[in-house]
C-alpha cells in the first residue's frame, strides 16, 4: 500500500568529503514529500509536485521536522550494554576488569535474548536502524540477537567473536570450533531476510595464527560474509598485538608487521572488511586499507572515555588515499547508543586534532557514508527510489534549549550542528523500519524506594 510522509527532507547522493561544494553532495527539501510502498521508496521530492502521486494514499504529517535516512552505526557490542558507564581503566585493562566477566554470562540464551531485546530498542530509541554488531563466544548470543532483530525487521550485521588466547578459559574456543560454530551461524543467518554475517575475531591478539587461517577460510568459503575486528585502538594493544606476531615476515620496506599488517598476512583486509577505532595507524596503513576498499568505523565516544586517542579524521579522508568511513557508538565503552551524541563528541575530537568535521560531512558519516562502509549503499542510506524505508524524525523543538538555538539558526548547517551539538534520543520524534513505526518496548521508571543509597559499600 503506498503511504506518503511530508516534512523537511534531506539525504545524500555523494561524498561531502569529495566534492568541492559539500552542499552539492545532498538533496534538501523544505517542504518534501516521501512516497513508500512495500517497504521501499516510491519517490522522495517537492509535496506539491508529489502530491498528485500520492493520490488517495494516506499522508503522515511531519511539518516541521526533518526526515533523513535511518542511522548506521558501524561497531557496536550489543553484549556490554548492561556495563555501559563502568568506571575507569583504559582498554586492556577495562576488557578485563568489565568486558570478560559480563560476556561469560551470554552462554544463556534466555539472558542473552533479554539483553538483545534492549540493546535494539535502544538504538531505535536514537534513530539508529541498521549496525554492525559484535555478539560474543557463544554462538547462543548471535542466535538471541538475530532473532531479535528478526522480529523488529531490522537490518543488522552481526557475529560470533573468535578468541583462542588470551581471553579466561570460559570464553576462548578453538579454531576448529570457530570455524565450525561460525559456518553454522552464517548458513543459519547470513542472507536470511535483512540479516547478514560478519566472522568476527575480536582482535590480533586474541587469536593464533591458526584462528586467523579459519578466518580467512570462511571468508573464502561464504560469499559476502564481512571480516568484522578491532584495529589499532590503543598504543599498548598496538605493541602487544606487534610483539606476539613478531614472528611473521614484514612486509616489504618494513623492519616488522605492524599491527594491520597481521591481518593483511592472513588475507583479512578487504572490500568487505571493517576495522573497529584504527587510531594509531601510519601513512602506509591508511594506503593498504584505500587500496584495497576496506573500512574504518570510527569511535570517538569510546576513544574520549578509554583515553585510547584521537582519530585522525583529516587523514582518513584525504584526497591521497581515502578510507571508506562510518561511526561507531562502541557500547559498552562508548557511553551512548545515540548517533547525534556520537557526532557530537567526533566534532570535538576532530578540532582536538586541529581538523574540521562540518555538520554535512558529520550526517553523511552516520547515514549514506556509514551504509558504504558496511557495503549496503545499494539499499539503505538515501531516499533514492528503491531504496529500503529506514527513516528517521528528528524534531528541531524536542527541548527548550534547542527550539531556542534554531529559531536564531538560518542556515541548514547550523540547524543540522545544532542536532549534533544539543541534540539527543530527545531529538528523535519517530523512527520507521520499512515504512512502518518501529515500536520499542516501554521504560518504566525504577520507584525511588527501589534506589537503596543506604546500602551502598564504601
Given amino acids: 500500500m503506498l503511504q506518503g510522509f511530508r516534512g523537511a527532507l534531506l539525504y545524500f547522493h555523494d561524498d561531502p568529503f569529495r566534492t568541492s561544494r559539500e552542499e552539492d553532495a545532498c538533496t534538501f527539501i523544505p517542504d518534501g514529500l516521501l512516497l513508500v510502498a512495500e517497504g521501499k521508496v516510491v519517490a522522495a521530492g517537492p509535496f506539491e509536485e508529489l502530491k498528485h502521486a500520492a493520490g488517495a494514499a494516506p499522508v503522515q504529517d511531519h511539518r516541521g521536522c526533518l526526515l533523513m535516512p535511518g542511522f548506521v552505526d558501524t561497531h557496536i557490542h550489543y553484549p556490554q550494554t548492561e556495563m555501559i558507564a563502568s568506571y575507569g581503566e583504559q582498554l586492556l585493562t577495562w576488557l578485563e576488569t568489565y568486558t570478560f566477566p559480563e560476556e561469560a554470562r551470554f552462554s544463556d540464551p534466555i539472558h542473552a535474548r533479554r539483553v538483545a531485546d534492549h540493546c535494539l530498542d535502544e538504538l531505535l ?149 571493517v576495522f573497529a577505532h584504527a587510531i594509531q595507524l601510519e601513512e602506509a596503513d591508511f594506503r593498504l586499507l584505500s587500496t584495497r576498499g576496506a573500512s574504518i568505523a570510527s569511535c570517538p565516544t569510546s576513544n574520549l572515555f578509554l583515553g585510547s586517542g584521537l582519530f585522525p579524521f583529516a587523514q582518513a579522508t584525504g584526497a591521497s588515499h581515502p578510507v571508506k568511513l562510518g561511526l561507531g557508538t562502541d557500547v559498552g565503552a562508548g557511553t551512548s547508543f545515540g548517533m547525534l551524541q556520537t557526532l557530537n563528541e567526533a566534532y570535538k575530537v576532530a578540532q582536538m586534532g586541529h581538523q574540521r568535521l562540518s555538520p554535512l560531512q558529520a550526517f553523511y558519516l552516520a547515514t549514506l557514508g556509514g551504509a558504504r562502509a558496511l557495503a549496503l549503499e545499494d539499499c539503505i542510506g538515501s531516499f533514492q527510489v528503491g531504496m529500503e524505508a529506514d527513516f528517521v524524525v528528528l524534531d528541531p523543538l524536542a527541548t527548550p534549549i534547542l527550539a531556542t538555538r534554531m529559531n536564531s539558526a538560518r542556515t541548514l548547517a547550523e540547524r543540522l550542528f545544532l542536532f549534533q551539538m544539543l541534540g539527543d534520543d530527545r531529538a528523535i520524534q519517530a523512527t520507521y523500519v520499512l515504512g512502518k513505526p518501529a515500536v520499542a518496548a516501554p521504560w518504566h521508571q525504577p520507584k525511588s524506594e527501589h534506589l537503596l543509597w543506604l546500602d551502598l559499600e564504601r
Avoid at 575480536?202 to 571468508?219: C, G, H, N, Y
Fill in 125 to 273: 530509541r536514537n534513530g539508529t536502524t541498521t549496525a554492525m554488531v559484535f555478539g560474543t563466544v557463544h554462538p547462543e548470543s548471535v542466535d538471541a540477537f538475530f532473532e531479535a532483530s528478526e522480529a523488529r525487521q531490522l537490518r543488522m550485521i552481526a557475529g560470533k567473536v573468535l578468541m583462542d588466547r588470551n581471553a579466561p578459559a570460559g570464553l576462548l574456543d578453538t579454531p576448529e570450533r570457530a570455524y565450525s560454530e561460525s559456518t553454522a551461524l552464517i548458513e543459519r543467518w547470513h542472507n536470511r531476510g535483512r540479516a547478514r554475517y560478519a566472522v568476527t575475531p575480536r582482535f590480533a591478539p586474541t587469536s593464533s595464527d591458526a584462528q586467523l587461517q579459519a578466518v580467512r577460510r570462511l571468508l573464502d568459503e561464504h560469499a559476502g560474509v564481512y571480516l568484522h575486528t578491532h584495529l589499532a585502538e590503543n598504543r599498548d594493544e598496538v605493541a602487544w598485538a606487534e610483539s606476539l606476531f613478531a614472528h611473521l615476515p614484514p612486509p616489504s620496506g618494513k623492519t616488522q608487521c605492524g599491527y594491520l599488517d597481521v591481518y593483511n598476512h592472513f588475507g583479512l583486509v578487504g572490500p568487505r572488511s
